[in-house]
């Protein structure tokens, strides 16, 4: 299967979801197609909830993603699902969502709460309130200063080495404070901060590599379009 990322959001983000999904796919042929968004537009919108305008770009780069003869779309950026219904009905492929398999993924594993970091809105929603079987928790007195540091990561492409330590600073205050099991990644830069040089000291799942394992599937052939209804 032929996959098309919207990818920009940021650039840092797409760059590890290519390196990740062709180290997924192994042996196997990946035909991939990616085109470019906006992230400042991106985040207007986002601020705004600006949700169909959002959506309606989208749907003008999705258009080109069908052009190039890409079979399903995926957006690159967790914080960018904000808009996800909406673009769902504009949109001339399939949308292979990021945040709808994380449920499945934590209950297989037995984790009963998780931390999130990641964009203001992600972090509010609770990962826009699809989490049905596991209970999600956020430092709701920091959203704003932990969505600034995110949203300065994303644009800038790195991560400076004070923001690292409040990042991991603020994963322990959920495990010791709130009662999290793992801190996720809800945010797909934030492998700028929590690389394998660098270990927090509690358990970290990044949602972009269970976005990248479901891809990997529909591009290997091993799962289908109509697996994830």
């Known amino acids: 299967m032929h996959i098309g990322l919207i990818g920009g959001i940021g650039p840092a983000a797409t760059v590890v979801y290519y390196q990740r999904l062709t ?15 906006d992230i400042h537009e991106l985040i207007a919108n986002n601020l705004a909830d600006r949700r169909n305008e959002q959506a309606a770009v989208y749907a ?14 995926a957006i690159t950026s967790l914080g960018g699902h904000f808009c996800f219904d909406e673009t769902v009905a504009l949109s001339p492929l399939p949308l ?15 984790i009963g709460c ?39 990561v994303a644009v800038a492409g ?4 004070a923001t690292r330590d409040a990042f991991f600073a603020a994963g322990r205050r959920m495990v010791d404070d709130l009662g999290a099991e793992a801190v996720v ?36 052939g091993t799962k289908t379009l109509a697996d994830l209804r």
């Open 114 to 152: 998780v931390g999130l970091l990641g964009t203001r809105v992600v972090m509010r929603t609770r990962l826009y309130g699809q989490l049905m079987q596991t209970r999600a928790v956020a430092l709701d007195d920091e959203i704003e200063r932990i969505g600034q540091m995110y949203q300065d």
């Open 23 to 37: 180290r997924a796919m192994g042996g196997h042929r990946l035909e991939l197609t990616i085109v470019q968004a």
């Open 96 to 110: 292979v969502s990021a945040v709808a398999p994380l449920d499945a993924y934590f209950a297989g594993r037995g």
């Open 60 to 73: 003008r780069l999705i258009d080109r993603l069908k052009a190039a003869g890409a079979d399903c779309a």
């Open 158 to 161: 790195t991560c400076p080495e």
């Open 185 to 220: 990644l809800a945010g797909t830069d934030l492998n700028l901060a929590f690389d394998d040089a660098h270990d927090p000291g509690y358990a970290v799942i990044d949602a972009l590599d269970v976005h990248v394992a479901l891809l990997a599937e529909l591009a290997s």
